[in-house]
C-alpha cells in the first residue's frame, strides 16, 4: 500500500502498522519533518522545466527559466564526467555567472567543458544580471527542502507492506512533482514487470491511497498539474497491471470526472455541498436516487457503499477508530485490550437480547445504542434499573436476565436501542465480578 499524504496524517498508522510487525516506511520531503527515508531525485534527471516548476517559477519568467535551463545543461555534462553534482552546485553557478567572476573558473573545476551552454548563460547574465540572480535565488530555496540532490532514492528503499509518503512541509509545487515522480515510477516498474521488460521492476501489485485527491488530479479545465498525468493512467490502465488507485476526496466536484468516472466502487460519506452531490451522482450509475437523497442526512463516520466492494448498495457504520491518531503515546496493548473487551461486551449483549426476544438484534439498533452514555444503574436481586441518555435525552430502563424482562420508560416497546446499551452494560458488568 501506497499512501500520497499531503499532511503527515497518516504516520501514525504507518506506526501502529510497525509495531504489528507489518513492513512500513514512512518517506519525508523536507528535512525537517517526520519520516525513516528522505526522498530524493536526482537533480540531472529531473526536467529543467519540472525544476523551475518545482521551484516556483512563474511559468511567464522566460529569462529566468532560461538561466535554469543553462545552468542544468552544464551540470549535466558534469555529472557525465563522473561528478556528482546538486543543487548547492547550480546556486552556485548562477551566482558567480551573475556576479561576474569565476564561473569559467568553477566550470573548469568540474572537470568539463562549459560549451555554448556557458556562453549563453554568460551573455544573459550580463545582459541581465537579474535573471541569473533570480535563477540562484529560486534554487536554493528549493534546496533547502533537500529533496532534489545528487541521485534518485530506490524505490527498493522506500516500499513496503506499507509506504506513507508524507508530503508535508512541501509546496504545492513540489507535492505535485513528487507524487508524480513517485507514481510515475511505481507503474512503470509494474509494466516491467507484467511485460518482462528490463529495468527496475516491482514484482507486488501495490494499492495507491491518493489522500487529498483534488490537490493531484483537479478537472482538467481548472488546473493542470504534473501529478494528473499520472494519477490519470493509473485510474484508466492500472489494473490491468496490479496498480491499484483509491482517490480520497471531501470534494469530490474538484476531481477529474475522467479520474472519478474510473472508480468502480464507492464509499460516500456526508455530503451536503449540492455541486459535490452532483459530482458523487455523475461517477457512478449505480447510485440510486434515494441514495443520493440520504447523503446529507448521514450521521458521522456513516457511509453509502456501492460498487463490486458490496453485493448491493449499503450502508454503513463505521467502528471507532482504534488508535488515537495525533495522541503522543500510543499503547497498543491497552487499545487491543480495550478493543477485545468491547467485542467481548458486544458479544454477551448480542447473547443476552437472543435470551430475551429470541432473535439477534437490529443492526439499527445495535448501531444506535453506542450515541447512548449510562448515566446511573443500581441493581437489587439481579433485577437493574438503568438510566441511559443520549442526544433527545434520558430513558430509564428496568431489566432482569433471571426473569427474562425488561422495559423502555420512553420507547415501552422493549426492543429499543436503550434497552440494549443497558444489556451491554449489564454484559459488561458480570464480566468485571
Ligand atoms: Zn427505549
Known sequence: MLVLDPHGEYVAAAESAKAQGYGAVVVKVARHHVGDVMYKIGVVDTDPDALADAAGVPPNASKIRYAVYLAHAIAKRAHKAGRRVDLRDLVALLRSAAARSAADKLVKEWGVDGGEELEDLKELAQRNRHSAFSAAAYLKRLASLGVFSTRTTALSKILADLTVVNLAGASDEVADYVAWHILTRVFRARVRHVRGLPGVKLDAPIAVFLEEAHRFAPPKAARR??????????????????????????????????????????????????KDQEAVRDSSEQLAQDFLDNLPGLDRGEAVVVGP???????????????????????LAEAWRKRRGEAEAERGAILAWRRLFGRVPPPDVAIASRRLEVKSKASENGAWRIVVAGDDGEAVVELSLERSYAKCSRCGSAQCPHVYRALAEVVRVAAQR
Open 309 to 331: 466492494l458490496v453485493r448491493l448498495p449499503a450502508v454503513i457504520k463505521l467502528r471507532d477508530r482504534l488508535f488515537e491518531y495525533g495522541g503522543a503515546d500510543i499503547s
Open 225 to 274: 498539474t504534473r501529478s494528473y498525468e499520472a494519477v490519470a493512467r493509473i485510474a484508466s490502465e492500472g489494473r490491468k497491471f496490479g496498480v491499484y488507485l483509491a482517490v480520497i476526496t471531501q470534494r469530490p466536484s474538484r476531481v477529474d470526472p475522467d479520474v472519478m468516472s474510473q472508480m468502480q466502487s464507492q464509499i460516500v460519506m456526508r455530503v451536503v455541498n449540492p
